[in-house]
């Protein structure tokens, strides 16, 4: 997905401070506007404006935590679901990973949200052939994506990457909220 870029997503880092003095509170740190999927992470003013922000806990921390990334913050829930269904209905004959109801979310990210919950073998899936539970995921895909933050880059560099997500092998560490690792 390197060089894969939106307008705007709102970045959420949630942290949980003092889990290493014993005492757990989340912290959570967001920001809405341009984001830049490159070949180590996620970049661009989302990304940065959320790691400047919240430097101080992100170091405290030791750089873990996870990242939630919504694809289209001008957009809520319902009206996501309802483009899904709707979509569904108007599109059925076309291929699911070929095409997105959603303006603003790049072919590529969305054939890798699609692929994340149909998995690989459903790459022929038709819009028609998706499940009410798979178009729920679908949605929290796009209004959710989650991604483990690990820590920073062997270079160090802190005000690149204390927001940053490792994206070798999204596809397979993407989890919609609430799937369990298999």
Known sequence: LSGVSTEEAKVKVIVKKGSSHGNSLNSELS???PLLITHVGISGPAALKTSA????????EGYKGSVEVDWVPKVGWEEVM??????????GKRKLVNWSPFEGVPRRLWANIATSVVGPSGADKLWS?????DLTKLGE????????????????????????????????EFRVKGEKKK
């Open 53 to 60: 922000y919240g430097a101080r806990v992100l170091a405290e």
């Open 129 to 133: 052939e998706v499940s009410k539970k």
């Open 82 to 91: 309802e483009k899904c269904r709707e979509f569904k209905e108007r599109e």
């Open 141 to 172: 895909g796009v209004k959710r994506m989650r991604c483990r933050k690990t820590g920073k880059n062997t270079y160090k560099n802190e005000f690149t990457t204390a927001g940053g997500v490792d994206v070798r092998g999204l596809t397979k």
């Open 31 to 33: 920001q809405t506007d």
